[in-house]
């Protein structure tokens, strides 16, 4: 029989103001094992505390149950406390009488009916607890980061500089991801890539970092310090030994009405490539789609052309196994389709344009060599005029409910470039609101309106459209409260921001939650805002929600430090409630084995005595360094073998008996 | 003083199906509309005035016969708030009042006239009238 001890907390006024612990401790007196039971104002301050580890050892206690806010909160706190005390940490139970009682009840007397029997049912489940130990589970000492942009790039440099080994695997031939891709940077205006290409050759530099570019994650197994993953590295057809990146291939190349991706497909590239001068790797790949040897069987003009002899038509995909002690996802973004704006004329008209479009027209290495020229006839524009919100903080259907936080500053970015570029150019900008909080920010906006006489107008576009060869603008002006019709020579939308495609396929593989948006949810919004609540899976930049630049490095080293204090530890303590399973009573049927998602069940040939018959039977058995307790296993049992340490049919059935009583 | 009713504000996003607090005020179904030089209040301002409660001075206002009822607002407005649905709400309301615009058998003949559609004649004289 189990000594046990009720510990009711007040929570200040959050319980005893809704609940009455005194009727609490009276009622679980009464209860089968309960040895003692008091109140305490906070029983997780110092005080509380101390009055529970006296109790455990004046009453020679064998399990407590507090009865408090959720285990989520303190259930860690008390445990420790029994240890402290001398008991077995398993032997505690938190009763939840704040969140799942005081905070959702408005009646004093049915309140602390709910309580007495929530703690009755812990005392039941207590009774039949049994002390347990952790084990240990080993830490490989590799990190991987999905995904090479600014945020990938930024956290593989700090876990490489704390002397780890990070790899990083990049869908793109090249790493530098959307950063590479813009012109400027706000709030300082310094060039985008003069900042970023010195670390992306760090990167590439960096004995502790392996690249793995123009591959994906295809497979991940495994837990928290011990991932397996699969990845596949698509064949580039150029051997990236021997590629000197020198794009005598690219000059040669009679294949050249493939979209350049890295300009936003405003100009074509040739079917053997260099993404850009800077690229990281500087290799060249091929594509096989496009590539007219691919195709037809005949030109081979690259291989001629290389004298690296670094052309290989006949590479294959490869495939490459790895461990890992800790993953980060750093996916990013992409700008939304706006194929549902049929009102904006995007898909019709070149000069209307995406602000990435406009960030690639106004780089010196862009489609028109930096020059703000029109698409449609390579003229020069006298008006511009930039609508923001296109698709961002819409329910509609069409866009995105949330802000996308960055279109404010690139905005303001754009329209100050343009005017201190080309002073005879008109910018407006239809704006819902601005919001630009962040360090220099709103001076920063305040100057495109002061000093460079950018026209902000409160409203929304209604349409664009083609008149006489012109584009036109219907909007509003909501402060004069007048409808506007502007004639303007290019509209750039300041589109809504959306997580890479590649985001939810990889959160299901590492088991990491999504939100609706397709965005990865932290473990906590404010206080664990760069690791997944699934353990040992780390978030950095723009796939956790919109950021900006500054942001994202600073989230990058954040998740660098928690993967460097996670790869710093020898050993992981495992968690103790596992599953095990009674081999006299497993009939060998492998269905436990089917559902475990971790892979921890597989079924051996053993002798057993089953009261006294002798006999060899296939009997499921748990790796209990790689079950995580998820209880799957338990509930598909048919014949009742498998049960959950810490949580087994026994302790849930008290429970249930205790609350149905 | 502009008389202010949450109930009729209440009656109106009922009629509507519409929760004009969705709004966001950016503009759009003002910039979209085609009667917008017409109206003395504008889209935006009507959806803004029935999440104030200022429904009469909506009954009375002209903007309400001036909507061509086209729906580009609704198809166009990214909170959902489909000012359109709005508009044929407070038309439907003013049209059912009490009392209202209702005119009695005696009143008929003089009415009669060509171009009038008997069905809005005797539309009027079945309209409620206690």
Known sequence: MQKIGVFVCWCGSNIAATVDVAEVVQAVKTQPGVAFATDYQYMCSEAGQSIIKNAIKEHDLTGIVVCSCSPRMHEATFRKTAQAAGLNPYMVEIANIREHCSWIHKDKNEATQKAIILANAAVAKVNLNAPLVQGESSVTKRALVIGGGIAGIQTALDIAEAGYEVDIVEKEPTIGGKMAQLDKTFPTLDCSACILTPKMVDVAANENITLYTYSEVEQVKGFVGNFSVTIKKKARYVKEDLCTGCGECMSKCPSKKGKDEFNCGLNNRTAINIPFAQAIPNVAYIDAEQCIKFKTGKCGLCEKTCSANAIDYNQKDEIIEREYGAIVMATGYEPIKLDKFDEYQYSKHPDVITSLELERIMNAAGPTGGTLLKMSDKEHPHSVTFIQCVGSRDISGRGKPYCSKICCMYTAKHAMLIRDKYPDVEVNVFYIDVRTPGKNFDEFYRRAVEEYGVNYIKGQVGKVYEKDGHLVVQAVDLIANKQLVLDTDMVVLATAIEPSKTARDLASMLTASIDTNDFITEAHPKLRPVESPTAGIFLSGVCQGPKDIPETVSQAGAAAAKVIGLLAKDKLLTNPCVAHSDELLCNGCSQCEKVCPYGAISYIDKEVNDHGVRETRRVAQVNEALCQGCGACTVTCPSGAMDLKGFTNRQIMAEVDAICK | ?130
């Open chain 2, 1 to 130: 003083m502009v008389h202010k009713s949450l109930e009729q504000a209440c009656l109106i996003m009922d009629r509507s199906g519409v929760d004009t607090r969705k709004c966001m005020m950016c503009g759009k179904c003002s910039a979209t509309c085609p009667a917008f030089d017409e109206m003395d209040y504008h889209p935006h301002q009507f959806v803004k005035m029935v999440t104030e409660g200022d429904i009469e001075s909506l009954l009375s206002s002209k903007s309400l016969w001036k909507c061509l009822s086209c729906f580009a607002c609704v198809e166009r407005c990214p909170r959902g708030v489909e000012p359109a649905n709005v508009v044929e709400a407070l038309r439907v309301t003013l049209l059912r009042r009490q009392g209202e615009n209702y005119i009695t058998a005696d009143d008929i003949p003089g009415l009669l006239d060509d171009k009038l559609p008997q069905q809005a004649i005797v539309s009027a004289f079945r309209k409620y009238k206690k």
